[in-house]
């Protein structure tokens, strides 16, 4: 079975920490915060496997790019496998209640 390595870019390291910050500062519900995190953080980590079981998003422009969501509890991880290099880039981590379209065009093209 071939392993790939996981990525994680600079905006969805940013994404991750935002999460965290407003779980744990803004609702008031650190060990909430953590776990979330744990959680989100497991399901990155599993993709080192099989990259390719998660569905293209729907956005002609970003399905070209082998764009793949990733859904974790409320959020939704976004991610490019790369199977001629056996690399996955985690590009973003968005609460799935945002316009998910704006916020890729927004921070990612």
């Known amino acids: 079975m071939k392993k790939y390595e996981v990525l994680v870019a600079d905006r969805a390291d940013k994404d991750l920490r935002e999460i965290f910050e407003y779980i744990a500062f803004e609702l008031l519900s650190y ?7 744990e ?21 002609e422009y970003w399905n070209r790019r082998n764009l793949r969501v990733l859904p974790v509890d409320n959020y939704v991880v976004f991610y490019i496998p790369d199977n001629d290099n056996l690399t996955v880039t985690i590009i973003r981590v968005i609460y799935g209640g945002r316009n998910i379209k704006e916020q890729l065009n927004r921070f990612t093209k």
């Open 31 to 37: 060990d909430n915060a953590v776990r979330q995190l």
């Open 39 to 59: 959680r989100i953080e497991a399901a990155i980590e599993r993709l080192d496997t099989f990259p390719e079981g998660y569905r293209l998003y729907e956005d």
